[in-house]
């Protein structure tokens, strides 16, 4: 099936996932995932598209990112290991 796909946190593959009618979806990235020392991680996903014909998919990505010089300092008590996912190495087929 079509859609976006996430690795939930306990490593199950969702998806496609629905969202309600007139919803929004944020997902996090690694810029995040540091800025709060691990607290929110970083959403791994896929978006398988779709066989037919005539059917399109629409997306607006909007990607933030400190400027390649600026400091990502972590909270106040968090480590560098409390960012890291266990498993990041594995990615979604």
Known sequence: DAGLY??????????????PENA?????????QVHTGGWLHATPHAVRGCKKGGISRSTFAVF????YHSSMDLPTGRSVSDTQCEEAEKSLP
């Open 6 to 19: 996430i690795k939930s946190r306990n490593g199950d593959l969702v998806g496609p996932v629905k969202l």
């Open 64 to 67: 933030m990112e400190p400027e």
């Open 24 to 32: 929004l979806a944020f997902q996090v990235g690694e810029t995040m």
